[in-house]
Nanobody, 125 residues
Framework: QVQLVESGGGLVQAGGSLRLSCTASGGGFNILDMGWFRQAPGKERVFLATIRWSGTNIIGDSVKGRFTISRDNAKNTVYLQMNSLKPEDTAVYYC???????????????????WGQGTQVTVSS
């Protein structure tokens, strides 16, 4: 079983930056596809970014140009760098992982088997 723990959330002013981290344990990190999602109150969980076990990645259209995803296999950690934050970025941010080594980018909630507990990001105006 893979366990995921997110960190790095908090309160930031609009225009600021945050870097979220997600550390995995209990499985082979280098074979995991990793993803980031967010969920605002009363809304569905939304895809932000994913990085495949091979290292290639894509960013969701809603945050493209402001967010980037990276991974450090030596630290079993995936990062989400968030720049130029806006109040509408306020949400709970979730890390997700899957070890089935799909041949495509995982962008749907249902494609991930493991989830973290989430970390709150609040952007003030």
């Amino acid at each position: 079983q893979v366990q995921l723990v997110e960190s790095g959330g908090g309160l930031v002013q609009a225009g600021g930056s945050l870097r979220l981290s997600c550390t995995a344990s209990g499985g082979g990190f280098n074979i995991l596809d990793m993803g980031w999602f967010r969920q605002a109150p009363g809304k569905e969980r939304v895809f932000l970014a994913t990085i495949r076990w091979s290292g290639t990645n894509i960013i969701g259209d809603s945050v493209k140009g402001r967010f980037t995803i990276s991974r450090d296999n030596a630290k079993n950690t995936v990062y989400l760098q968030m720049n130029s934050l806006k109040p509408e970025d306020t949400a709970v941010y979730y890390c997700a992982a899957d070890d089935r080594q799909r041949a495509w980018y995982l962008t749907d909630v249902g494609e991930y088997y493991y989830w973290g507990q989430g970390t709150q990001v609040t952007v003030s105006s």
